[in-house]
């Protein structure tokens, strides 16, 4: 008896954590803002000029020992995330693209954005953009039992303003209010976050580079969460980031702390790795722990370094 409770309550909680990594898709994409702006602000597009490419590789790590079993054998999820952007025009148009493959056992959600950008110039060498994003996610909704396949469009937009010493945003990545029920029973609901981000250069000594900075983000139904950020760069070579975040936006609001660090192999080359101390989107935080993250990103034709 006590072996049919133990199956019962992994069942449940397998259910739930599938409903729940359908949720909270697009949301794995907000997650990576420290390495890609982009993702929380099509803004951004083609702040850096050159072409840009990011690849992220994403593993959660699971402290249920049974939770393969839940998940068709497949062992803890994965996510990668493609984006890549750059300017044309006299830079004066960003244009960018994010792609996302998360993967759930033998279940995957995928998801295409485009995004574009207009970049104004400001006195004192300061500029000003506005983007828009639109596309599509692919999401498996539904239980272990019973799986539709459903196509979600995606629409957004933000503002981006940046001078010498000083860089922020306001966006609203997801537009758009979206919901699917399935035999009778909501399963799927958007959440629709208004990001603040702002954030200044600091510059103590030389070679030594800082950027703290702040996100703020309100989304109907969930508290107000605060990210404290704060990344070191040294001789452009080698940085490290600190972050507390406060109310993640995932399922259940949690607390924790990320910590990150890039090199700049070579000109072109940067390689990356990050780590969280709770999955943001878990919806039970006892059974979801850490998350790692590998960064890497190509920049053909670099002029200069870019955080």
Do not use: C
Not at 17 to 35: D, G, I, N, P, W
Not at 88 to 102: F, H, P, R, S, Y
Not at 122 to 149: H, Q, R
Not at 250 to 262: H, K, R
């Amino acid at each position: 008896m006590r072996k049919l409770y133990s199956h019962i309550a992994l069942l449940i909680v397998g259910m739930v954590t599938f409903v729940s990594e359908a949720v909270a898709q697009k949301e794995v994409l907000y997650y990576q803002y420290q390495m890609n702006p982009m993702s929380i602000n099509p803004a951004y597009t083609g702040n850096r000029e050159t072409m840009h490419l990011s690849a992220i590789f994403r593993r959660k790590m699971f402290n249920l020992g049974q939770g393969q079993a839940l998940r068709g054998g497949g062992g803890s999820p994965v996510t990668q995330s493609l984006a890549m952007d750059g300017a044309v025009a006299n830079a004066k148009i960003g244009l960018g693209l994010q792609a996302l493959n998360d993967r759930l056992g033998a279940y995957s959600t995928t998801g295409v954005y485009a995004s574009a950008a207009y970049w104004m110039d400001l006195p004192n060498e300061a500029s000003m953009s506005v983007g828009a994003t639109g596309g599509v996610s692919f999401l498996p909704v539904g239980d272990l039992l019973s799986v539709v396949n459903k196509a979600f469009p995606s629409v957004g937009f933000g503002v981006y303003y940046q001078s010498d010493t000083f860089f922020g945003g306001v966006s609203m990545p997801e537009f758009l209010s979206k919901q699917y029920a399935l035999a009778g029973i909501q399963v799927f609901q958007s959440t629709r976050p208004l990001f603040v981000h702002v954030g200044t250069k600091l510059e103590p000594m030389e070679e030594l580079v800082l950027y703290p900075s702040i996100l703020v983000t309100q989304a109907k139904g969930k508290p107000l969460g605060t990210d404290f950020n704060a990344k070191a760069w040294f001789q452009e070579k080698f940085g490290i980031g600190l972050s507390y975040r406060r109310n993640s936006l995932g399922y259940t609001p949690l607390n924790y702390f990320q910590v990150s660090a890039e090199y700049q192999l070579a000109n072109p080359i940067r390689v990356g790795i990050t780590y969280n101390t709770q999955t943001p989107e878990a919806p039970v935080n006892t059974y979801q722990k850490g998350v790692i993250e590998l960064l890497f990103r190509y920049t053909p034709n670099l002029e200069g370094f870019t955080f």
